[in-house]
């Protein structure tokens, strides 16, 4: 009872993994499948619930192609394309599904495997004294159909069970099969609760690398987890952006695509849309496929399809002639000489994928060649293929069909078809590939147990369990005939190497597969992939590589902008912002320059930023200069005129001491201009203002002392006043001096605490650099100008009330005159000189400087200069003291 419980649970387990492996596409399938493999479960239930003698229930599932032997090897294969549909009354037993549409190339399979068992048998060094046979299945493409062969191959087929038990031992010992990913996960599930060895040679979805699911499955083809990924740097390697997809609506295509689509987000390729199709799917559906890849931008597909379901997209696109479209496939199709052939496919020119790489197998053109109906009489897949290959009829009822009769003489030399054709031996070389692995686990198995050979029993399989041959299959690695190093990693998977294929035009004008590039999973990542694109055919056998984008490429010194609700490999092309650059296509943001570059006009390259300041190469800094210079000669032809005439009374007049000194301080006031001019340092930057304040109070001292000693020498005329023995040149030089000292004690003061420095203002301006001088010290600064203020402000006052006092030759009018102009031109200036820096503003300051000096040179001395050189007859002392005539009433 117990034994019967947890077998019972044990093909629970079985029915729940078979419906949960099943695939979308086809809903009639899944449910058929669940209806196979529930009443193969409830026969095996009620034989051991039924007692010691037992029958079996249904039709048994005969193999299409067997041979005996001492350890036999099951293959499932799907050798016809479908199955007829049948409408169950659910009155009557049914009848077991019809298969119908011989498919060569897994013929082709089918016959490898048996070919690859000869040859091991033939072998003194692999298995010697051990025969290997054989049971073949056709799965005819249908999931339950493949989960009944699986079920007869793990059961055998006898029609009668042994009266003492209703179980027996595995009939095989591994498994080859299947050719799809959906129908292998199915067989999978099944004869893994048996653990029996499942070995596919076409099976690429990378769902059967899940080793909790698939605990006995392996496969000699590589897992599509390295070929999307593949796929994917193969699309980016041509600069392709925005593609199409299409794939099978199928365990095998969606996972392959869904790992194409994560592995193409992660190079930046977009998807533009991804297309469903299945080979049951009815025509309406294909169309709306078919229109969704005309309205597509997108001219790369990447077509991730089983060759079955391809056929019925192409035959419509070839309808409705779509072309100029670049294909990019997957191994399942992209070697398919079917459609190669096929003149209607013209539009595959071009066409790209990664297939697995051609083998040469010695004998198997022969082997294939040499299959005749006649050496299995009565089995009707061989007479099935030899009618379809010679399109004849061994019935003569089937002459009406326009058939000609078999006569068994036909030979295979002269076919042309997929079965017969060797020159691509890709898939079928894994086949064999499979076959030698099983061969190799055994052979391990039986030298770690050599009891097993001096059993007299000639049925050495009956010895050992599947989960033996397991265990041993895990260990393998040894080298095929063909050169390939075989061996399996932990999930079950070989190493995954492709050859780069491209459709291309023969001499003939058949198509031909060309091999232009090579990916090895097992090289580091930098090496893996290796490619020839020099011989490279393209869409419609153009030689120019088509181009599939959203959007073209950002130019250099612009950034992509994502478009709102598209991609992102949809954008406009906006331009950097001013100090940012892009110095690569397609940036997706611009790179801001370095505190002292600026982008350049295209924004694709940082340059220097202009640095301003007042140079003396510059027509501002020389006609500045050239004004200097002009006041500086003006003053020394002004002091040289009066050291000339020092002995007239217009020159002694006003004290011809503070005279002279007043013009040597207006000479330095000129020549502290150039300080202004040229690239600010340090010495410039503390001289430059050390020398304006000091020289100008020099120069408002001397006016300011002429100012008193105009003021006081008309005071002293009056009756008692003595007031000139308090204001004579001595203190007149002492006063001057006591307020150039004041400013010379400021200016130490400043340059003491912190003096100006150079300074590159970026602030004011992006795009350039102001060299300028920094004040330092604020308060220093302004107390020089304001100090200069001062003294200007007194001495206008103390010239304007001394403006009317009666003299013939009143100074005090013409230094009114000069100070109104100085105050005006200073107050001008310090707006100016706040509100922005730059060179206009040092052009500004020494536009004051000149003005103001060139209008105290002119208004106090100007006068003088008139009289002695075109009024000498005023130049007396008459003339100087004499009182000018009062105003007539």
């Known amino acids: 009872m117990d034994g019967s419980a947890g077998s019972h649970t044990q093909e629970t387990q079985l029915l729940l993994q078979v419906t949960d492996s099943c695939s979308v596409p086809a809903a009639l399938m899944c449910t058929r499948m669940a209806q196979w493999t529930t009443l193969l479960l409830l026969m095996r239930t009620n034989a051991v619930m039924m007692g010691p003698a037992c029958r079996r229930h249904g039709q048994a599932a005969l193999p299409q192609l067997s041979e005996e032997g001492d350890v036999i090897i099951g293959g499932v294969f799907s050798i016809h394309r479908t199955t007829r549909e049948t409408i169950h009354s659910f009155t009557s037993k049914p009848h077991s ?11 082709q399979f089918a016959q490898t495997m048996i070919f690859a068992i000869k040859e091991i048998n033939n072998r003194t060094d692999l298995l010697p004294g051990l025969s290997l046979g054989y049971k073949i299945y056709d799965a005819c493409g249908s999931i ?41 996960i199915a067989l999978s599930s099944a004869v893994g609760l048996f653990h029996i060895p499942l070995i596919s040679h076409f099976a690429t979805c990378a769902c059967l690398s899940n080793r909790n699911r ?64 299945y080979r049951t799917y009815p025509r309406e559906k294909i169309l709306q496929s078919v229109e969704v890849i005309k309205k597509g931008t997108a001219r790369v597909i990447v077509a991730f399809l089983a060759l079955g379901d391809i056929i019925p997209l192409f035959q419509e696109m070839a309808l409705q002639n779509v072309t100029g479209f670049q294909w990019v496939g997957s191994e399942s199709w ?34 294939l060649i040499s299959v005749h109906p006649f050496q299995a009489p009565g089995n009707d897949l061989l007479k099935e293929f030899w009618e379809t290959a010679f399109t004849c009829s061994f019935e003569k009822s089937n002459n009406s069909a326009g058939k000609t009769l078999c006569i068994g003489s036909e030979s295979l030399n002269g076919v042309k078809n997929e079965y017969t054709d060797i020159t691509e031996l890709r898939i079928t070389n894994k086949v064999y590939t499979a076959v ?156 801001p320059c370095d505190l002292e570059y600026w982008s350049n006009e295209k924004r694709d390259r940082c340059i220097f930023k202009i640095v301003e300041f007042l140079s003396f190469e510059e027509i501002m800094g020389i006609m500045l200069v050239i004004f200097s210079l002009f006041g500086t000669c003006v003053t020394i032809l002004v002091a040289v ?29 000129f020549l502290c201009s150039l300080t202004f001019i040229g690239r600010p340092s340090e010495w410039s930057c503390m001289l430059r203002h050390t020398a304006f304040g000091i020289t100008f109070v020099l ?40 307020f150039t000292l004041i400013q010379v004690l400021i200016c130490v003061l400043w340059l003491t605490i912190s003096p100006p420095f150079p300074n590159k203002n ?35 006052i103390l010239a304007f009330l001394a403006r009317k006092l009666p003299d013939n030759f009143n100074e005090a009018k013409f230094i009114t005159f000069s100070m109104l102009i100085f105050c005006a031109v200073w107050i001008t200036f310090i707006p100016a000189y706040v509100s922005s820096p730059g060179k206009f503003t040092v052009a500004v300051e020494i536009f004051a400087i000149l003005a103001s000096s060139f209008g105290l040179l002119f208004c106090i001395f100007a006068p003088k200069c008139y009289v002695i050189l075109f009024r000498p007859e005023q130049n007396t002392k008459k003339n100087m003291m004499g009182k000018p005539p009062s105003k007539a009433l």
């Not at 599904?97 to 013929?107: G, M, V």
């Not at 992660?266 to 998807?271: A, D, F, H, P, S």
């Not at 073209?552 to 902008?561: H, N, Y």
């Open 699 to 738: 120069c408002i001292s001397c006016v300011l002392g002429k100012t008193i000693v105009v003021l006081m020498a008309f005071r002293a005329t009056l009756p008692g006043s003595n007031v000139m023995k308090w204001f004579g040149p001595l203190q007149q030089r002492l006063s001057v001096l006591a």
């Open 436 to 591: 030698y692995a099983v061969a190799h686990s055994l052979h391990l198995l039986f030298n770690g147990h050599s009891s097993i050979y001096s059993s007299t029993n000639s049925s050495y399989g009956q010895h050992f369990a599947p989960e033996q041959v397991l265990k041993y299959l895990r260990n393998i690695n040894f080298t095929a005939k063909t050169g390939e190093q075989v061996s399996f990693d932990a999930n079950g998977d070989p190493v995954a190497r492709y050859e780069l294929v491209n459709w291309q035009l023969a001499e003939k004008g058949t198509l031909q597969f060309k091999t232009v590039g090579l990916y090895d999973a097992s090289l580091p990542p930098d090496r893996r992939f290796i490619m020839n694109q020099g011989n490279m055919v393209w869409a419609e056998g153009q030689l120019q590589k088509p181009r599939s984008v959203c959007s073209e490429s950002c130019p250099l010194g612009t950034r992509k902008a994502m478009q709102r609700g598209r991609p992102v490999c949809c954008y406009d092309c906006v331009p950097c912002a001013e100090g940012e650059i892009s110095n690569v296509t397609d940036s997706n943001d611009c790179i």
């Open 641 to 669: 005129l009066f050291f000339m005439y020092r002995q007239t009374p217009i020159v002694k007049a006003n004290n011809s001491e503070l005279s002279f000194l007043l013009l040597f301080s207006l000479k330095l006031c």
């Open 334 to 367: 992209i070697t398919a000489s079917r459609l190669a052939d096929n003149q209607d496919y013209g539009f595959l020119t071009g066409s790209i994928g990664f297939a697995i790489g051609k083998a040469k197998l010695e004998g198997l053109k022969e082997f």
């Open 144 to 184: 339950p159909l493949a989960i009944r062969s699986a079920m007869a191959l793990m059961n055998g087929y006898e029609e009668t069970l042994t009266d003492t038990s209703c179980s027996t031992p595995a009939a095989v010992q591994a498994i080859i099969g299947e050719s799809g990913s959906s129908p292998t």
């Open 762 to 796: 970026m602030k004011h301006y992006k795009e350039k650099i102001i060299l300028e001088c920094d004040v330092g010290s604020a308060l220093g600064f302004w107390a020089v100008l304001g100090y200069i203020g001062l003294l200007s402000v007194l001495c206008f």
């Open 214 to 277: 698939f605990p006995t499955f392996f496969r000699t083809i590589p897992s599509d987890y390295y070929q999307s990924r593949a796929l994917a740097q193969l699309v980016k390697y041509f600069g392709w952006t925005w593609v199409g997809a299409v794939r099978s609506d199928s365990d095998y295509g969606n996972n392959g695509m869904a790992t194409f689509i994560e592995a193409a987000q992660q190079e930046g390729i977009c998807i533009e849309y991804s297309e469903a199709v």
């Open 97 to 107: 599904p019809s298969c119908i549409s011989l498919n060569y190339r897994e013929f």
